[in-house]
């Protein structure tokens, strides 16, 4: 390895996980394994490297050197990177030796691209029966779209998530992140882990496979039970909660809060601290206040009109009632609590110098609740930045 990574033993210490994915999803769960203590070898494309290095504005570009994407910064923390031409025998040679070698090979190609460069999945568990291959695809690898291309919005769209996100039916929107990549590459990491403890007791690999369409079809939660079970589509409800109420984002004076009365009891609280009747025609049960929503923001939103969000935060923590504020991204990071849980984390890019990066969001904790050390992370590296070393470690010098 190139370099010590880490500064106390991690969960995941002694893997070796082969990315060959791009994009999001793919980096994503390798992330995730990285952040745990596996070493990740991330293989790119000699020409431009993974498709997120051209991802931008915003781009940061040091004098002299190659721009940096802001957008790759995000999903390739504590990994080593290799570009190799896997057309040629050089590459393929290299990439043998390190599935060979590997516990895990994560790939996110569209479905025969692997097989066409000589390693599908038979040659790849031939090569190591104890691999763990995970392979993201867009709508699944099989079935009548099998091997369609997917990228997040699409995906959003089509599993049905920007149908219930927007103010209404007629404002679907996409969520503000790239959720379905995010989550593929969540339950990826999730299922590698599930087939990395199962080796622990057959001693052989196997395929994990998911999909965008599979990781936003498994959050559907509430909204795929209202229709598998009682027939009912929910939609767009903007800022509201379609069975809770009230929950959700009121106007007050200067601004809005959020508020969550997920019960009874909490209503009551609500009502108590602000003169508001609970037994009220159309708010006595949360089913009639849902039935009813422009009368409850219209009485709720009324209560809270003379008080600023500051004094309406102070209000209901008094009053035991759930509420926020809506904080921008770099309220977010400059805020005390995010500080406090680890999740910003300094590290030294090769060409950027001190970055300070988004963190994981896992803490671990012995029996007597004291934090185990953190490891010392990995900046994001530039392409092919560990590439003769991984030649050489791996049996070909450039």
């Given at each position: 390895m190139s370099e010590t990574l880490f500064?106390?033993?991690?969960?995941?210490?002694?893997?070796?996980?082969?990315?060959?994915?791009?994009?999001?999803?793919?980096?994503?769960?390798?992330?995730?394994?990285?952040?745990?203590?596996?070493?990740?070898?991330?293989?790119?494309?000699?020409?431009?490297?993974?498709?997120?290095?051209?991802?931008?504005?915003?781009?940061?570009?040091?004098?002299?050197?190659?721009?940096?994407?802001?957008?790759?910064?995000?999903?390739?923390?504590?990994?080593?990177s290799v570009a190799l031409d896997l057309k040629s025998e050089d590459g393929r040679a290299v990439l043998t030796e390190l599935v060979r070698r590997a516990d895990v090979l994560v790939e996110n190609f569209r479905t025969g691209v692997l097989d066409r460069l000589g390693f599908p999945v038979e040659r790849l568990?031939?090569?190591?029966?104890?691999?763990?291959?995970l392979s993201v695809t867009g709508f699944g690898h099989d079935g009548p779209e099998g091997g369609?291309?997917?990228?997040?919005?699409?995906?959003?769209?089509?599993?049905?998530?920007?149908?219930?996100?927007?103010?209404?039916p007629d404002d679907v929107q996409r969520v503000g992140v790239p959720i379905a990549d995010l989550l593929a590459g969540m339950y990826g990491a999730y299922g590698v882990l599930a087939a990395l403890r199962?080796?622990?007791?057959?001693?052989?690999?196997?395929?994990?496979?998911?999909?965008?369409?599979?990781?936003?079809?498994?959050?559907?939660?509430?909204?795929?039970?209202?229709?598998?079970?009682?027939?009912?589509?929910?939609h767009a409800r903007g800022n509201h909660h379609p069975s809770i109420s009230p929950y959700g984002l009121f106007r007050c004076r200067d601004g809005a809060v959020q508020i969550s009365c997920g019960s009874e009891g909490l209503w009551k609280r609500l009502c108590s601290e602000f003169g508001l009747d609970p037994d009220a025609e159309g708010m006595q049960t949360n089913g009639d206040r849902v039935e009813h929503p422009d009368l409850v923001r219209k009485t709720v939103e009324g209560a809270f009109?003379?008080?600023?969000?500051?004094?309406?935060?102070?209000?209901?923590?008094?009053?035991?009632?759930?509420?926020?504020?809506?904080?921008?991204?770099?309220?977010v990071y400059a805020w005390d609590q995010t500080r406090s849980q680890g999740l910003l984390v300094d590290v030294d890019h090769a060409t950027l110098g001190r970055l300070t990066l988004p963190g994981p969001p896992l803490r671990f904790f012995d029996a007597?609740?004291?934090?185990?050390?953190?490891?010392?992370?990995?900046?994001?590296p530039a392409l092919d930045q560990h590439g003769d070393a991984v030649r050489h470690e791996f049996?070909?010098?450039a």
């Open positions: 500064q106390t033993a991690q969960p995941l210490d002694g893997l070796l996980v082969v990315d060959l994915s791009r994009a999001l999803a793919g980096p994503h769960a390798t992330m995730m394994l990285g952040d745990l203590g596996a070493r990740i070898v991330k293989v790119e494309t000699p020409a431009g490297g993974d498709d997120t290095r051209g991802w931008g504005p915003p781009f940061l570009q040091p004098d002299g050197a190659e721009r940096e994407s802001t957008y790759f910064l995000s999903a390739n923390r504590n990994k080593e568990l031939e090569l190591n029966p104890r691999l763990v291959v369609r291309s997917g990228y997040d919005q699409i995906a959003q769209g089509e599993a049905g998530l920007m149908s219930v996100t927007g103010s209404g199962e080796r622990d007791r057959t001693g052989r690999g196997q395929v994990v496979r998911t999909s965008l369409l599979a990781a936003v079809v498994g959050v559907h939660g509430f909204q795929g039970t209202a229709w598998t079970v009682a027939g009912k589509v929910g009109a003379d008080d600023t969000p500051d004094a309406l935060l102070a209000r209901l923590d008094r009053a035991g009632v759930p509420a926020g504020r809506v904080r921008s991204i770099d309220e007597t609740d004291t934090e185990k050390p953190r490891r010392r992370h990995q900046a994001p049996g070909r010098i």
